[in-house]
């Protein structure tokens, strides 16, 4: 229609026509929904390129009977006045009949051809007109630019730019659109007399005659039916148009958001928005044409119009291209038949299932090896030559996964939804393959998407309405989409070619798949698809299916396709071969000549040393020692805060484990740590984690120090994953096996190396290592085994058949948090995505890029030599820049012509290693990484450039080190010596083993090994060049690891020495940074002020185009003046230049400046191209080679997904491949298929992951220590008497005492208790008091500060319900078969005035300690042996722990105190603590106090328990006497033992010396079967031993083995002897002391076996000691002074709701000294307290007498007491026997009594009258109130 080759519209009758036709498409009732093929085709797209890399312009519309709108008349401009309108002439009325001008003479403009138009009007004449033969089809028609330019012949006019106005001007008097394809129809030629004639008809390879054709032929559809005739057809085919635009479905549109992969041809983005495509950038309109259209009707869809969008802003200027179009979309006229379809040749036609042969030197005559592959039917037998052709199932795999779509959906009962149809996937292949790039492979990913969108766009309604579960059903479309038809896939495929010239062809009308491929090899050979990348054949089999596949013919396609299919240890091979085949020698060849510039050798020779005078006068770097750098440092082994947390995090996760109820990890039973950190096999790995152990003290702090005194000794802890590992494995599963109370980590470091199942290793050894060692049935048994992994890459673990939880994962945390810094580090992570980042900021070039220049040398040596891999090629370009650059750096200017040979970037690299070093005084420089995967071609390009290096004499200026994971390191001797003065190493031995010691040190590390295993790079790395990798492994773990290496801690803060120049420290413009060339022609602008995103006041690096620095020479203080100024017109890098070189250490600069980072143009594509979910396309590859997807309909991953999402997204969607080690996890018969001590440990690369596992093994084993250490009270024995210790009255050696002995031995009164240093000391005569020690601490100062000691907890020790171990899980009786029942106990006593009801919680498993009777099941009693019975494995006595508040933290579990001996244990606790104290513990028997004992203390608790112990030892005295036993016979003993006793211990006597020895723990079982089995046991009435001391009991180690006096916590209590003693009920304090004194004075024996002694835990929680002091105005406590804790009677004062007991006690213990003044301080005058023990304070002595008769005391005469205490007197206290004491005048009597009443009559019944004088304001109550029954209580004084 003649729009010009620009692209722009320039008819505005053009633009109404369109608009005209849109309006009525878009108001038509028959529109439905498009097929989605033509959204891929038709949508914007980010690339737009053809297939010969041209951008393609616009096209030319065809005629109106081809629109989708109702027709409109085409009405002719009316011509000019006075125009000739005679058909055959022009307006100018000229004759332009061929039959007129045959013989004239026609002046033909250069450029121009004669062709010939017909008129409709004139059918029988030709007219003669000069079209512009770029405007024209040549003989295979292609090549023709859309417009027109054409000249009249008749009278001369010249200039037509379109075709419209040209026919008007030659009168063609058209009723349709005028179009050059319909109407310029011949050549004219002149023959051999000169005359012109009609020649060859113009191939406009149109579609028109194919369509037409199809219709024919078509069975009679929807058109006819709807009444259309068959003329009507292509006119009114309003179904399939494709040139309709849908304004209200661009919105609700699935749209390919920018950056999405390429789904569409980039030549159909509309001219005016075409932009130049830009590295990074997105040439994506803002509105695009998207297509509604149904495949319904056969007839032909119709291109749509191409200059112009619905949405379009202003347009975008566009560079003209000068290359002709590649084709132009036309119609061919009736007579040239079905000529646009592709004829099979003259090859003989192939009988059924006979196979293809490849013809020989397929890839000799062709220089490539096809790639077939596989689509619909079965592919024919390849024969011959088949060296030369690969077959690939990806593309068939493809197909089979996108038919499989529809059964996510059968949920939703979705029937009708049918899968994509063959002819559909077909026909989007070619969509496809059409809008591919020239230089892009297919990949099977995007092709995948395309099919998923296809498919769900095409049944979006009907998914939605059968989500919908309760909507109302919505309406039906109008037309819903039908099929597309066989007969329709091959023009609408050949339709979809049209657009990419020779790109694509479709072969459709072969029999066979098998003829179809015997002519695609005959075109092969003949060379008539050298301009043909993709053959698509299609045909139609026997049973009317469709047979498909895709031939790869494009030279790049498939080198890139056949490299993709090798496997990584074939693509070794293959390299191998390549090079010790000799198949690269002449690649060599070609490299050691540059043409014209001579030969590289020669030119090496030139620019040696001993030829350059220039360079010769350089000094070499290092050479120097005395200037030093005062900048450098290193920093390999800080721990940052970030590292802790993570450990914090790894320790939560194993409590989490211990914590759970599966019982599958008991920390509680493990004593310490040990550890095996595997590896992969790389030496620097190896000794690179040997170097961060043993720097972290880790070593030291799990005691393994003293078996490593070296770094070597420290490598036993490391292993690698080789066959030598193997060994070390099998003896940590034996060691495991034989300390089972140590917690063995087997850290397994970079954990997705080797992920292949031992099964499917096959004969190599190395594959499914792991897996046989790992995860092998021992270490997964093994209950004190765990394993963490830990890796960067986790999505190889993260598959539906995962061994490991989704919550036994730890995900490194982000340091920021909106910008705010959480973790407060030196250093900020640089890893990939923020390298990405600065591709897409805008400020300044990128740090990540590619280099054009070198991939273009590559693209061209790869077509020259197609036989070699291209990283064989690659190698050696990269190299020949190297070395070149390397002579052109250092020979001086005779060198220079060379940059022409050399990369930009290659050589600014180059000059930048060299020459940075020069800048600092210990010539610090820079780490130049490549990146060489094949290690026969890192091993070529090492000695490559050390040749070059040696022969420059550049062997003191930086080192070239090949990095082989299978060797150690090799540096040179110079080096060496540095590195040691560096790094302040006296060792002359020392040498580098990991690359972070090379810190500093300008160097090349060529790194090779197909993975990355894991090194970490120095801080020195400045470059990474990985532009060697591998283009083609296109899983997201392989493109990452290798992206892994840049990433970077980063100092984020500045140095402030730097001055003004930190600022440019990132930019290429740094005095440091040399350019390659003067840039004559351009000049590049950089804004070097422009910062990096955030990265503070860093800017960007130079672009791969041109640097802006020029090159300095290598020793800067001889030639100052050789520097040339830069032509960039930036004021921040001329300024930088213009200022003289600095002496500053370039190495510490760039410590806050990443690495810049060079890629393959293939990879930087794919990781720069961002999808529809935002994120890098990379991320939606297949994660690793080893999965697979378990469907094509997956959602995308979303940049807004966590960690943890991510994590379940791969554990949804992906699955293990038969060679994974996970893939026999699903058999093993296990519900959740989860390892439960398995830990992933995952966080991007170098970001510190070994430092944080190195702090979690070391805080694990401090939590380890302190879960196995308790503190106990560790004090000394106080008011000690050394003289009275040292009496003997048992010999040393002595197991038991001897009663008469101890009858004979005087009573203890002084308390000796370290935890009763705060209370009133008991007078006794033969004790004389320290002047020294002064009592004056109080109780709060005491408690706070009362002194303990960590102590292991040994084998022996109770535990509260927080430990957890298969040893005791039956004990504690955790599970439902444990259940209890409730027995009520009913006693009376004379004390308490009435029965006392008690509450037995029994469990089941303990029934048989009780008798029940046999009628009702009433409990009767609890059985006791006899005094006869021996048990080794029983204790006889049943024990009591009174406790409170401490149901969590008690240590009521003596199954391993009891080595798990049968003993009766019983609880004694609170009614309202019954439910949480059995929650606690289940199978523990518990009494349940009395409700009245809810508020009461521990004396009640000891009251109830001796007093029900007596009660029921009388009932099993009747019991056994039925049984014929004696009542004396029953054992009378009880146990009291305290709630916090944790473990015993035992003094071992020498039995010849008589001297004791160590003291050890032993088993509660062990003392108290030595305690029962004494001698004459039962005649004691009291049974002890001491608290333990580290001290040994202060003189307890020279003291008698038994002595006789107070004890405390841990009671052997004979119910029987006792019974007249009984502990005082009301008491919370010191009751223990009170019933010592009242049980000797009632001369029973007491005992304390001093070889035994008891630990004690401080638990600050709950016990009988915590007292709530409140009002009762308000349950909140408040401060109240003890003065408050009394009152008047009858006076208005503040009632405390507190027990008046409590009270009491508490009021004498503050302020006695008070009340008793004489007595303060005063230990020769006590105050005498009559039958009971009173806590008076530490500053006032108490003398205690018993008033019973026959009570023993002793004598009192000559005593002046200084105060009397009379407690609850009963009737033995008398007038008489109080005044056999004398008193100090003044001295103070206090009366206490339960009331007032009682008060008075004591008064009078006792005389006290007599001698003491009372007041009436020395009366006092208690402050209760009256219901709360206060205590009442008169002081007087001393007559």
């Not at 006068?617 to 805060?641: M, T």
């Not at 002579?887 to 990369?903: D, E, F, P, R």
């Not at 300690?1409 to 099941?1417: E, N």
Request: hydrophobic share 35%; with cysteine; charged share 20%.
């Amino acid at each position: 229609m003649g729009n010009s080759y620009t692209g722009h519209l320039q008819s505005t009758r053009f633009e109404e026509v369109l608009h005209n036709s849109i309006e009525a498409s878009l108001r038509s009732n028959t529109v439905v929904p498009r097929p989605v093929f033509t959204q891929l085709y038709l949508e914007a797209e980010q690339r737009p390129y053809s297939h010969d890399g041209r951008g393609d312009e616009d096209e030319d519309e065809e005629d109106g009977s081809d629109s989708n709108s109702p027709p409109i008349p085409y009405q002719m401009r009316p011509p000019p006045e006075g125009s000739c309108t005679t058909d055959g002439f022009c307006q100018a009325g000229k004759d332009l009949r061929l039959s007129s001008m045959a013989t004239e003479s026609l002046e033909v403009p250069p450029g121009f051809l004669l062709v010939g138009a017909k008129s409709p009007s004139v059918p029988d004449h030709i007219l003669v007109c000069a079209v512009d033969q770029r405007f024209l089809p040549d003989e295979c028609g292609r090549n023709a630019l859309l417009g027109f330019s054409g000249n009249c012949m008749g009278c001369g006019e010249k200039g037509f730019r379109y075709f419209t106005e040209f026919a008007d001007h030659i009168n063609l008097k058209l009723t349709t659109q005028p179009k050059k394809q319909k109407h310029l129809k011949y050549h004219l030629l002149r023959n051999a007399q000169g005359i012109l004639v009609k020649g060859a008809p113009i191939c406009w390879k149109g579609i028109d005659s194919r369509m037409r054709h199809a219709v024919c032929n078509a069975a009679a559809g929807p058109e006819e039916q709807s009444g259309h005739g068959p003329t009507d057809l292509l006119p009114n085919s309003g179904h399939t148009a494709l040139n309709t635009i849908n304004h209200a479905d661009l919105n609700t549109h699935i749209h390919i958001s920018e950056g999405s992969p390429p789904l569409t041809n980039g030549s159909h983005v509309p001219g005016p928005q075409q932009t130049p495509a830009q590295p990074g950038m997105v040439a994506n309109g803002p509105g695009r044409p998207t297509v509604i259209g149904s495949m319904a009707n056969s007839g032909p869809p119709k291109k749509r119009h191409k200059g112009w969008s619905p949405e379009s802003s202003a347009p975008t200027e566009v560079t003209p291209r000068p290359a002709p179009n590649s084709t132009t979309n036309g119609t061919k006229s009736a007579d040239s038949g079905a000529s646009g379809c592709l004829s099979m040749g003259s090859s003989p036609p192939l009988a059924p299932g006979e196979s293809v042969t490849v013809p020989d030197r397929l890839l000799y005559t062709c220089g490539l090896r096809p790639v077939i592959f596989k689509g619909h039917g079965t592919l024919p037998h390849l024969c011959g030559n088949l060296g030369d052709v690969l077959v690939s199932g990806l593309l068939q795999k493809c197909y089979l996964n996108s038919q499989n779509l529809p059964r996510v959906y059968e949920q939703y009962g979705t029937a009708p939804i049918q899968p994509i149809s063959t002819e559909m996937l077909i026909l989007l292949t070619v969509y496809y393959l059409v809008q591919l790039a020239p230089d892009q492979a297919p990949l099977m990913e995007d092709l995948e998407q395309i099919f998923m969108r296809s498919w769900r766009e095409s049944h979006l309604t009907e998914i939605r309405q059968y989500q919908q579960t309760h909507a109302q059903i919505a309406p039906p479309l109008p037309c819903l989409a039908q099929p597309l038809t066989p007969s329709q896939l091959p023009w609408l495929a050949k339709l979809a070619t049209s657009s990419c010239g020779e790109g694509v062809l479709v072969l459709d009308t072969a029999p066979s798949l098998a003829e179809a491929l015997e002519e695609t090899f005959h075109r092969l050979v003949d060379g008539r698809l050298s301009q043909t990348n993709y053959v698509v054949i299609i045909c139609m089999n026997r049973s009317q299916e469709i047979e498909s596949c895709v031939v790869v013919t494009g030279k790049h396609q498939t080198h890139a396709l056949a490299e993709s299919l090798l496997s990584p240890s074939d693509c070794v091979r293959e390299i191998v071969h390549e090079l010790s085949s000799g198949m690269a020698a002449e690649l060599g060849s070609y490299f050691s000549s540059l043409g014209p510039d001579g030969d590289v050798e020669a030119l090496l020779e030139q620019a040696s040393p001993e030829n350059n005078a220039q360079y010769s006068s350089i000094e070499p770097s290092g050479d120097s020692p005395k200037a030093k750098c005062s900048e450098y440092y290193v920093e390999w082994h800080e721990i940052r805060p970030i590292q802790l947390a993570v450990a914090r995090k790894l320790l939560s996760h194993v409590c989490a484990i211990a914590d759970s109820s599966t019982q599958n990890l008991d920390l509680g039973s493990f004593d310490k740590v040990e550890f095996l950190i595997c590896v992969p096999p790389s030496e620097v790995t190896f000794h690179q984690v040997v170097l961060h152990l043993w720097n972290s003290g880790l070593l030291r702090e799990l005691g393994l120090d003293q078996d490593c005194l070296s770094v070597k000794e420290a490598e036993q802890y490391v292993v690698k994953l080789n066959q030598s590992a193997v060994g070390k494995i099998n003896s940590l599963i034996q060691k495991s096996k034989m300390n089972p109370y140590t917690l063995f980590i087997l850290v397994h470091d970079h954990a997705h190396w080797d992920i292949s199942s031992g099964q499917c290793s096959g004969g190599d050894s190395s594959l499914g290592l792991v897996d046989g060692l790992l995860n092998c049935r021992q270490i997964r048994d093994a209950p004190n085994i765990l394993t963490l992994h830990v890796t960067s890459f986790p999505f190889t673990l993260q598959t539906q058949y995962t061994r490991i939880s989704p919550y036994n994962e730890i995900h490194w945390p982000s340091g920021f948090n909106n910008d705010v810094d959480l973790y407060h580090e030196k250093t900020k992570y640089f890893g990939v995505s923020e390298l990405l980042e600065t591709t897409r900021s805008g400020s300044g070039l990128p740090l990540l890029r590619y280099d054009s220049s070198f991939e273009s040398m590559a693209a061209a040596l790869e077509e020259r030599f197609p036989k070699l891999h291209s990283a064989v090629i690659r190698t050696h370009v990269l190299i020949q820049h190297y070395s070149l650059a390397l002579m052109v750096t250092a020979g001086g200017q005779a060198l220079q012509a060379l940059q022409k040979h050399i990369s930009v970037e290659t050589l600014e690299m180059v000059q930048c290693l060299l020459n940075t070093s020069q800048r600092c005084p210990s010539r610090h420089g820079h780490m130049l990484l490549l990146r060489i995967p094949s290690p026969a071609l890192a091993a070529f390009a090492h000695q490559r450039l050390c040749h070059v290096r040696n022969r420059l004499g550049l062997h003191k200026q930086f080192e070239v080190i090949l990095g082989d994971p299978c060797s150690a390191l090799t540096v040179g001797k110079h080096f060496l010596d540095q590195l040691r003065v560096w790094l302040k190493i006296l060792d002359p031995d020392w040498a580098p083993l990991t690359y972070l010691e090379l810190e500093a040190l300008p160097c090349i590390l060529i790194l090779t090994g197909m993975d990355p295993l894991g090194e970490s790079l120095p801080r020195s790395l400045k470059y990474c060049d990985l532009r060697v990798i591998s283009c083609w492994s296109l899983q997201r773990t392989t493109l990452e690891q290798e992206l892994g290496l840049a990433a970077y801690l980063l100092k984020t803060k500045q140095d402030g020495q730097h001055g003004p120049h930190a600022r440019c420290d990132l930019s290429e413009s740094d005095p440091e940074k040399l350019s390659s060339t003067d840039n004559e022609d351009e000049e590049v602008v950089v804004d070097v002020n422009n910062d990096l995103p955030k990265l503070g006041n860093q800017a960007s690096p130079a672009g791969s185009q041109h640097p802006q620095s020029d090159w300095t020479p290598l020793d800067p203080d001889k030639q100052p003046n050789q520097r040339q100024q830069s032509k960039s017109t930036s004021s921040g890098s001329s300024s930088t230049r213009a200022s003289p070189l600095r002496q500053s250490c370039s190495w510490a600069r760039n410590l806050s400046r990443p690495p810049v980072v060079l890629l393959p143009k293939a990879v930087y594509d794919l990781i720069t191209t961002v999808d529809s979910s935002g994120l890098p396309k990379s991320t939606s590859f297949l994660p690793h080679s080893a999965v697979e997807w378990v469907s094509s309909f997956r959602p995308l991953l979303s940049k807004m997904m966590t960690c943890t999402e991510q994590s379940l997204y791969y554990r949804q969607w992906t699955v293990p491949k038969p060679h994974h080690m996970d893939s026999s996890n699903r058999y093993e018969g296990r519900t959740d298929n989860f390892h439960p001590r398995k830990l992933l440990l995952s966080g991007p690369p170098q970001v510190g992951k070994t430092g944080a596992y190195l702090q979690f093994l070391g805080i694990l084993s401090r939590m380890l220590i302190r879960l196995m250490e308790v503190d106990i009270y560790d004090e000394e024995d106080i008011n000690c008497n050394c003289e009275k210790d040292l009496v003997r009255y048992h010999q040393p050696i002595a197991l038991w005492p001897n009663t008469d002995t101890v009858q004979g031995m005087p009573f203890d009164y002084t308390i000796h208790d370290p935890k009763y240093e705060d209370i009133s000391t008991v007078y006794s005569p033969d004790f004389t008091p320290n002047s020294n020690d002064g009592n004056s601490r109080r109780q709060e100062d005491v408690y706070l500060h009362r002194r303990t000691a960590r102590i292991k907890l040994s084998k022996y020790a109770a535990y509260n319900t927080y430990h957890h171990c298969e040893q005791c899980h039956q004990y504690m009786g955790f599970n439902p078969q444990y259940q209890s029942t409730l027995h009520a106990f009913t006693f009376s006593h004379l004390l308490l005035g009435e029965e006392i009801q008690l509450y037995f919680i029994i469990p089941k498993s303990k029934e048989h300690h009780f008798s029940f009777s046999q009628s009702g099941g009433q409990l009767e009693s609890m059985r006791l042996p006899l005094t006869s019975d021996w048990n080794p494995d029983a204790i006889k006595s049943p024990i009591f722990t009174p406790t409170t508040g401490r149901h969590e933290h008690g240590l009521f579990n003596l199954y391993h105190a009891m080595e798990g001996a049968t003993h009766l244990h019983i609880l004694v606790i609170k009614e309202y603590e019954m439910a949480v104290y059995k929650k606690y513990w289940p199978n523990h028997i518990m009494l349940v106090l009395p409700t009245i004992f809810n508020g009461a203390g521990i004396g009640a608790a000891h009251f109830l328990i001796k007093e029900l112990s007596y009660h029921n030892l009388e009932l099993e005295r009747s019991r056994r006497v039925e049984h014929g036993s004696r009542p004396q016979d029953v054992w009378p003993f009880i146990i009291l033992a305290d709630d916090s006793c944790v473990m015993w211990n035992s003094v071992d006597v020498d039995p010849k010396s008589g001297t004791a020895g160590t003291e050890r723990n032993v088993s509660l079982k062990q003392v108290l079967q030595h305690m029962e089995s004494s001698p004459d046991i039962t005649q004691y009435g009291l049974c002890g031993m001491r608290k333990w001391s580290s001290r040994g009991g202060g003189a307890g180690q020279q003291k008698d083995p038994f002595s006789r006096g107070h004890l405390h916590d841990f009671l052997l209590l004979n119910v029987d002897l006792t019974q007249n003693v009984q502990y005082n009920q009301n008491r919370f304090t010191c009751d223990d002391v009170d019933f010592n004194l009242r049980a000797h004075s009632a001369g029973l024996l007491i005992c304390r076996f001093n070889n035994f002694s008891v630990m004690k835990k401080q638990i600050a929680i709950g016990g009988y000691g915590t007292f709530i002091i409140k009002t009762k105005m308000t349950d909140v406590p408040t401060t109240i002074q003890p003065t408050q804790y009394i009152c008047a009677p009858d006076s208005k004062h503040l009632f405390l709701a507190t027990p008046a007991q409590l009270l009491l006690e508490k009021y004498l213990q503050h302020t006695s000294h008070r009340l008793f003044p004489l007595s303060a301080q005063n230990y020769s005058h006590p105050v005498l307290s009559v039958d009971c023990y009173l806590n008076l304070g530490p500053e006032v002595t108490v003398c205690f007498v018993s008033s019973r008769p026959h009570s023993i005391n002793f004598s009192t005469t000559g005593l002046l007491f200084s105060g009397l205490l009379l407690y609850f007197c009963d009737s033995f206290v008398t007038p008489g026997f109080l005044k056999k004491f004398q008193f100090l005048k003044g001295a103070t009597l206090c009366v206490i009594c339960p009331n007032r009443s009682s008060l008075r009559q004591t008064v009078v019944r006792l005389e006290l009258e007599e001698e003491w004088r009372f007041r009436l304001s020395d009366e006092f109550q208690t402050a209760n109130a009256k219901e709360d029954q206060p205590l009442f209580f008169l002081t007087g004084k001393h007559i």
